[in-house]
């Protein structure tokens, strides 16, 4: 995860410092739901914030991480006695608290961005709080920030905490997945049912399910950890073409676009990435599937006749 500084130069944190040791992580939210980081890098960076002696490390949404103060700067964000040990982001909601899909894509950032923090510093995962944990905790305000949220898409700061220590370990993570003239283990996807006609395929190589983060054009498929997100969910749709049927990789999250090859590809050349794409009606699309001895599936490009594999 880069994270991106945008420094609030006016607000009263930054203009007169106070300088702390970071010992604790706090994870907060914004309470305004569909405003990104953008919007809050405008409006935070003046003196008092509506008036108000506010302030945090750095906001968190769909598009990435944005630090807003150096991580050793004391911040106004719990108010309470954690701000003089603790480095908070604060993450921005999405319009609706029951969208899972926008839900995941800020927490899997902020997962990455709060590994990285634990490192930096030497904090345990297990030293990551909540503002409303913190209020419990005797550290913080009376805040509900981020259980009011994540409580409506079943996802609790457990959960958190075991995907920063699981990142930290080294199995959370994401590969890139691309056409490649191996058949080994690295092209071999194992179709795990997900209910209502969609399948996880999860790639035998690395263990890690199919993901598209996001509906838009150009987006990258990667390999991910599972986390039960629409992203993770496809249909394998066989359309026919003269006398021979082909196959379509259709995400869950963005019905009527397909996995695309960049560029086509070319035979015999490899790491050419797959992208999703609105329906094209071309080679770009279209893949053969084959059944191997172990159970998994081969994905095969009818134009290149490439493999979909991951990077090794």
Known sequence: MNIQQHYLTKNKCYVSPKIIKPVRLMVHSTACKGVMASSFLKTWNTYQPGGRSVCIHGFIDTTGAYQTLPFNYRAYHCGGTCNNNAIGFELCEPSSYTDRETSMKIINNAVE????????????????????????????????????????????????????????????????????????????????????????????????????????????????????????????????????????????????????????????????????WDDLKNNQQKFWGKVASDGSYLFVHTYSFLYVSVVK
């Not at 409580?151 to 370990?169: E, H, L, P, S």
Request: a neutral charge.
């Open 113 to 276: 961005v709060y590994a990285h923090l634990c490192q930096l510093y030497g904090i345990s995962p297990d030293n990551i709080v909540s503002h409303k944990e913190g209020h419990a905790m005797g550290i913080a305000s009376n805040h509900a920030d981020t259980a009011h949220w994540w409580n409506q898409i079943g996802y609790t700061m457990d959960d958190f905490r075991k995907a920063v220590k699981d990142t930290i370990k080294g199995t959370n993570r994401s590969v890139d997945v691309v056409l490649n003239t191996s058949y080994g283990d690295e092209s071999r996807w194992y179709l795990e049912d997900a209910g209502d006609g969609y399948v996880y395929m999860r790639n035998k190589k690395n263990g890690l399910y199919l993901d598209v983060e996001s509906s838009g054009n150009g987006t990258f498929f990667k390999t991910r950890t599972k986390n039960g997100a629409d992203s993770q969910k496809f249909r394998v749709l066989h359309k026919p073409y003269y006398h021979v049927d082909y196959i379509v990789i259709e995400p869950k999250i963005a019905p009527g676009k397909y996995a695309a090859v960049e560029g086509n590809g070319s035979p015999g050349a490899g790491n050419t990435h797959l992208k999703l």
